[in-house]
């Protein structure tokens, strides 16, 4: 699918309301030395809108593994269960650092689901 224009003021503002961080591995563009997208919560190919409300900032690694994911399956309790929404969902209510603060772990089965679709542990983002 052909991408969206999204205006340079528009960007800005989700941009600073993410904090400059992706809204799921909660890393920065220096932090992972890699530039943040503008990435659509409902992805388009499902007929999600190109507004406000339906965009957050993610790092290209968690954006291209979500793809036009927006559930998966809970490991533990078999459900079906939506993934992580870092524009409505508080981070720390779903997720935590592993002790030595490398690996993220889902606490619930939204953070369970959200770890395994986004790979967010994956080696290549993995900061140490």
């Not at 503008?38 to 979500?66: M, R, V, Y």
Request: proline share 3%; net charge positive; aromatic share 6%.
């Amino acid at each position: 699918m052909m991408s969206t224009y999204i205006s340079v003021a528009l960007r800005k503002r989700v941009t600073k309301l993410a904090g400059h961080r992706c809204g799921y591995c909660l890393r920065t563009e220096e932090l992972m030395g890699m530039s943040m997208t503008i990435e659509h919560l409902i992805p388009q190919a499902l007929g999600g809108s190109t507004t406000e409300d339906n965009l957050w900032l993610a790092c290209t690694s968690c954006n291209q593994f979500k793809g036009t994911q927006i559930k998966g399956r809970d490991s533990q309790s078999r459900h079906s269960v939506k993934l992580f929404n870092p524009r409505l969902q508080v981070w720390n209510e779903h997720f935590a650092w592993s002790a030595d603060g490398t690996q993220i772990l889902g606490k619930t089965p939204c953070g369970r689901v959200t770890v395994i679709a986004l790979q967010m542990n994956n080696p290549e983002i993995i900061v140490t």
